[in-house]
Nanobody
Framework: QVHLEESGGGSVLPGDSLRLSCAAS????????IAWFRQAPGKERDFVAV??????MSHYESSVKDRFTISRVKDSVYLQMNNLRIEDTSIYYC??????????????????????WGQGTQVTVSS
């Protein structure tokens, strides 16, 4: 059974950094992409970043592109978040979806492309 577990959230000041972790288990993920989404209260779940399990391809939402980095080490996928802004405040979720070889990495920016989700971790950026 696939299990994704996020950790690393917290409360920080604007300009601070956090690293979120997503521990993946329950299957082999070599044919999967892993993504981070976020959801603020009363809003939809929005795409943040995605990577292939191999790390060969990644894609970012434009507002985080120069501040966040997605990476994988062994069975964990990380989201390094630098220069955090108040508008980054959200619950952050990791998700796993099976690669579609006919589609580019940008195909995986919609939540409906993903089969498995973690429970989320809260990130609060406040002065």
């Amino acid at each position: 059974q696939v299990h994704l577990e996020e950790s690393g959230g917290g409360s920080v000041l604007p300009g601070d950094s956090l690293r979120l972790s997503c521990a993946a288990s329950g299957r082999t993920f070599t044919s999967y992409v892993i993504a981070w989404f976020r959801q603020a209260p009363g809003k939809e779940r929005d795409f943040v970043a995605v990577t292939t399990w191999s790390g060969g391809m990644s894609h970012y939402e434009s507002s985080v592109k120069d501040r966040f980095t997605i990476s994988r080490v062994k069975d964990s996928v990380y989201l390094q978040m630098n220069n955090l802004r108040i508008e980054d405040t959200s619950i952050y979720y990791c998700a796993a979806g099976e690669i579609n070889p006919l589609q580019p990495i940008t195909f995986f920016t919609a939540a409906r492309r993903f089969d498995y989700w973690g429970q989320g971790t809260q990130v609060t950026v406040s002065s």
